[in-house]
Nanobody, 124 residues
Framework: QVQLVESGGGLVQAGGSLRLSCAASGRTFSSYAMGWFRQARGKEREFVAGISWGGTSTYYADSVKGRFTISRDNARNTVYLQMNSLKAEDTAVYYC?????????????????WGQGTQVTVSS
């Protein structure tokens, strides 16, 4: 089993930055691919970014490419999402997820464990 806890959300003005953290605990965490998803009010959950724990491969949704960066610190069992140049449309609850896979997927159904989420609100 893997337990995930997100933190770092909050209120920020458009153009600002935030860094989200996802602390993981449980067995064989380093072998899981990790992803960040978000869900805005009235919208479906969407993929944001993914990273392979077996290497350095990263993937991003077109809507955040060039603005967001996903990274990991295996010694701390933590995954990060650095968010720059934030827009009002980035407002959502952000979730981290772990997949029993060698590489991340853009499909939420492929992920086995989920955190409780952290709210990000961008004011315009």
């Amino acid at each position: 089993q893997v337990q995930l806890v997100e933190s770092g959300g909050g209120l920020v003005q458009a153009g600002g930055s935030l860094r989200l953290s996802c602390a993981a605990s449980g067995r064989t965490f380093s072998s899981y691919a990790m992803g960040w998803f978000r869900q805005a009010r009235g919208k479906e959950r969407e993929f944001v970014a993914g990273i392979s724990w077996g290497g350095t491969s990263t993937y991003y949704a077109d809507s955040v490419k060039g603005r967001f960066t996903i990274s990991r610190d295996n010694a701390r069992n933590t995954v990060y999402l650095q968010m720059n140049s934030l827009k009002a449309e980035d407002t959502a609850v952000y979730y981290c997820a772990a997949a029993r896979s060698t590489r991340p997927s853009m499909m939420s159904i492929q992920y086995d464990y989920w955190g409780q989420g952290t709210q990000v609100t961008v004011s315009s």
